[in-house]
């Protein structure tokens, strides 16, 4: 078995061409006030050549049915990621998959986790990073895409100790808020796929 790979907040080209040949699983794009929003039209124009074996995910927060219909017409995502309450209030067709958002301190013992969810800290894209000790307990609850604070040089580690479904990285894979670095997107992957797995 292998870990799941997202390369989040994707905002030209090259960037969306070095996750793919990196070998990454998902690649996001972020359509919340951001340092890497962009539009639906920009979005659907840079995953044009994504291959289909790479999901292409929305990723919001708190929008409303409108912004998310724009973002569905539009970039068409194979996923759609947001915070988990936001999909009471969402028409999501069943061919999107859902990737609910959970967020440290607002889960405990008791919440009721879907299949397949993403946790992370309050504060999404600003590498913060969540208490891997915690988050491992609910990792075997479901399919969690650990996300927050990882970096090439922790995912390893972060796999072998929280043994998430899949892993997420944004900030720690640019050269600045919102600017892609190739490089640092390759070793991400590659020190990600060196984790030992049971
Ligand atoms: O990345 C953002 O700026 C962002 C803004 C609003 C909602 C979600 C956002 N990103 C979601 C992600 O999936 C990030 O990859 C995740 O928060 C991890 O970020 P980082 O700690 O920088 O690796």
Request: net charge negative; proline share 5%; hydrophobic share 50%.
């Amino acid at each position: 078995m292998t870990t799941m790979i997202k390369i989040c907040g994707l905002t030209d080209k090259a960037a969306v061409t070095a996750a793919i040949d990196a070998g990454a699983d998902a690649v996001g794009f972020v359509f919340a006030k951001s340092p890497r929003q962009v539009t639906a039209a920009v979005a659907a124009t840079l995953a044009s050549d994504v291959p289909a074996h790479v999901q292409r995910v929305a990723v919001m927060r708190h929008p409303s049915n409108a912004e998310w219909q724009e973002v569905l017409a539009r970039f068409a995502p194979d996923v759609l990621q947001t915070d988990a309450d936001d999909f009471l209030q969402l028409d999501v067709p069943a061919k999107v998959e859902r990737w609910p958002v959970y967020r440290e301190g607002a889960v405990t013992a008791d919440t009721a986790l879907p299949a397949t969810f993403l946790y992370e800290g309050s504060n999404s894209g600003t590498g913060e990073r969540v208490d891997w000790g915690l988050a491992a307990t609910y990792a075997r609850r479901g399919r969690m895409i650990l996300a927050g604070g990882l970096s090439a040089a922790n995912v390893t580690a972060a796999i072998e100790s929280v043994a998430p479904w899949g892993v997420d990285v944004s900030s720690a894979v640019e050269s600045a808020p919102g600017m892609k670095d190739p490089a640092k997107i390759a070793a991400f992957v590659i020190a990600a796929k060196s984790a030992k797995l049971n």
